[in-house]
């Protein structure tokens, strides 16, 4: 497409959500925290894996279930590799399954803090159309409005306007987009050919690059 700026913007969470689980240790619901480490049992051609987690009051461990006497054969090669080897990728991302969490919690805390790097996929010169395309490789709660207010240093109204009038548009397109949740594959399009800052505002804090 003629005249874009088009960057990808990398959107990581920093903490994994915080299921509240009743603690054996110190009485009570409490914020329990992953350690990042996996417990495996084997029994004969069984398995049975856990990520383990801690009481923030008291340190107690909890268990979450990833596995429950499944048959070493109907695990994925890949997953067993993780779990043998305590791949902290792996675990990380697990950290993250608000599915698995909401089957054992009924409180669980998210954090809005993230980390977000930055790359410019295209550049044409005088551009007047910022393209914005999503890579948020673990589950996050951030509302994309809210994403790109921060980012962008715009207001939601400001942003709800532009939406209204066409000028920001995503793909895919949803009536209440904005509200929704970040995740891969969105693509923001702004139409900024009537902004006369865009260059010198809107253009460094897409691209992260100040010029
Ligand atoms: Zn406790």
């Given at each position: 497409m003629c005249c874009s700026l088009r960057v990808r913007w990398t959107i990581t969470p920093k903490t994994a959500p915080q299921p509240w689980i009743a603690c054996?240790?110190?009485?009570?619901l409490r914020a329990f925290q992953s350690s990042g480490k996996i417990r495996l049992n084997a029994n004969g051609r069984k398995l049975d894996a856990w990520l383990i987690y801690k009481c923030l009051a008291c340190d107690k461990t909890w268990n979450r279930p990833l596995f429950e006497r499944q048959n070493v054969r109907d695990i994925d090669p890949e997953t067993l590799e993780a779990l043998q080897s305590n791949d902290i990728k792996w675990i990380r991302m697990e950290s993250f399954n608000l599915d698995a969490l909401r089957r054992k919690s009924q409180r669980i805390d998210e954090f809005p803090e993230f980390e977000i790097a930055r790359e410019v996929m295209r550049e044409s010169a005088d551009w007047t159309r910022l393209e914005i395309e999503l890579l948020v490789p673990l589950p996050s709660g951030m509302r994309l409005d809210r994403l790109l207010a921060t980012e962008l240093k715009v207001s939601r109204t400001r942003l709800q306007t532009l939406h209204g009038k066409g000028l920001l548009r995503t793909n895919p397109a949803r009536a209440d987009v904005l509200r929704r949740r970040i995740r891969t594959g969105i693509e923001v399009m702004i139409?900024?050919?009537?902004?006369?800052d865009r260059e010198l505002s809107w253009g460094p804090l897409a691209t992260g690059s100040p010029r």
């Amino acid at each position: 497409m003629c005249c874009s700026l088009r960057v990808r913007w990398t959107i990581t969470p920093k903490t994994a959500p915080q299921p509240w689980i009743a603690c054996g240790g110190c009485g009570g619901l409490r914020a329990f925290q992953s350690s990042g480490k996996i417990r495996l049992n084997a029994n004969g051609r069984k398995l049975d894996a856990w990520l383990i987690y801690k009481c923030l009051a008291c340190d107690k461990t909890w268990n979450r279930p990833l596995f429950e006497r499944q048959n070493v054969r109907d695990i994925d090669p890949e997953t067993l590799e993780a779990l043998q080897s305590n791949d902290i990728k792996w675990i990380r991302m697990e950290s993250f399954n608000l599915d698995a969490l909401r089957r054992k919690s009924q409180r669980i805390d998210e954090f809005p803090e993230f980390e977000i790097a930055r790359e410019v996929m295209r550049e044409s010169a005088d551009w007047t159309r910022l393209e914005i395309e999503l890579l948020v490789p673990l589950p996050s709660g951030m509302r994309l409005d809210r994403l790109l207010a921060t980012e962008l240093k715009v207001s939601r109204t400001r942003l709800q306007t532009l939406h209204g009038k066409g000028l920001l548009r995503t793909n895919p397109a949803r009536a209440d987009v904005l509200r929704r949740r970040i995740r891969t594959g969105i693509e923001v399009m702004i139409d900024l050919a009537a902004v006369a800052d865009r260059e010198l505002s809107w253009g460094p804090l897409a691209t992260g690059s100040p010029r």
